[in-house]
């Protein structure tokens, strides 16, 4: 497939357009040198590319890969992958925030300056598999790029993944912690609970306490009138209702 240059970025990234008027933004080691907007690059020469799901997006993207070397962006590329293959589809951003956060995190490291993340422990708490993800992205970052960045970029990475999967940016993501953080601890301290961590009951009440979190943060409106579920559970379910109405009080005065 031909394709034909619209923007040269630089020696490794073009924006073009293909047969079908798609705009992409295509990287392969050389593939803009000495060439010109309006010629032709045969898709041979391509080793990736992308065609987000908006103008605004590949504009992005196009911006930040003009300065990004070619090995970091391919090594968050690989980074992606093997999220999507974990967590399913994510929100194209992704391509731009996790790129550019490791690249930030790279020249960070290089000048030995270290940003703490206060939201670690929780973010493995709360989010394992993104976290998971989080320390296998340290190691490809190492074994690619030869920088061994802090654990605390474990975290942050996990909250960029966090964020592809929902509608939010990384604000959202440490208030969705917050919350969910306050609110287990409510929970806990309700009914005297030492949580088991790896259990499934713990997971599944976690999973509903994001959900629930988002929603809230997001100012979404919970259309769930059923009466008598309401009253079976406050019947059935009394010490859980009394806690759900504290966690309903400390929500409606802190949010």
């Known amino acids: 497939m031909n394709m034909q240059i619209t923007k040269i970025l630089n020696n490794n990234v073009v924006v073009v357009i293909d047969d079908q008027q ?17 010629e032709r690059i045969n898709s ?15 504009g992005r993207l196009s911006e930040l890969l003009s300065h990004i070397p070619l090995e970091v962006m391919a090594t968050c590329d690989r980074i992606i992958s093997l999220a999507q293959e974990r967590l399913g589809k994510l929100q194209d951003s992704i391509y731009i925030s996790l790129t550019d956060h490791c ?9 030995n300056v270290l940003l703490p993340n206060p939201l670690l422990w929780d973010i493995q708490r709360l989010y394992p598999k993104e976290f998971q993800l989080g320390e296998e ?5 190492d074994k690619r790029l030869g920088v061994q960045l802090p654990k605390d970029e474990v975290g942050f990475i996990a909250m960029h993944l966090v964020s592809a999967q929902m ?4 604000e959202d ?6 919350l969910m953080r306050e609110m287990l601890q409510l929970i806990k301290f309700q009914f005297s609970l030492n949580y088991q961590e790896e259990s499934l009951s713990y997971q599944r009440l976690v999973t509903h ?8 943060l997001e100012h979404a409106s919970i259309n769930d009138s059923d009466e008598s579920l309401q009253q079976a559970v406050k019947q059935n379910y009394p010490q859980a209702w009394q806690c759900a109405e504290r966690i309903a009080i400390f929500i409606g005065l802190q949010y």
């Open 22 to 38: 798609r705009e992409k933004v295509v990287m392969g080691r050389g593939i803009g040198f000495q060439k010109r907007a309006g």
């Open 44 to 58: 041979s020469g391509i080793e990736k590319e992308y065609a987000l799901s908006s103008h605004e997006l590949n």
């Open 103 to 111: 690249q930030f995190a790279i020249k960070r490291f290089q000048q």
């Open 137 to 141: 992205a340290l190691t490809i970052i």
């Open 167 to 170: 509608s939010g940016n990384m």
């Open 173 to 178: 993501v440490a208030g969705v912690t917050q």
């Open 209 to 216: 306490l994001k959900f629930l979190s988002w929603r809230i």
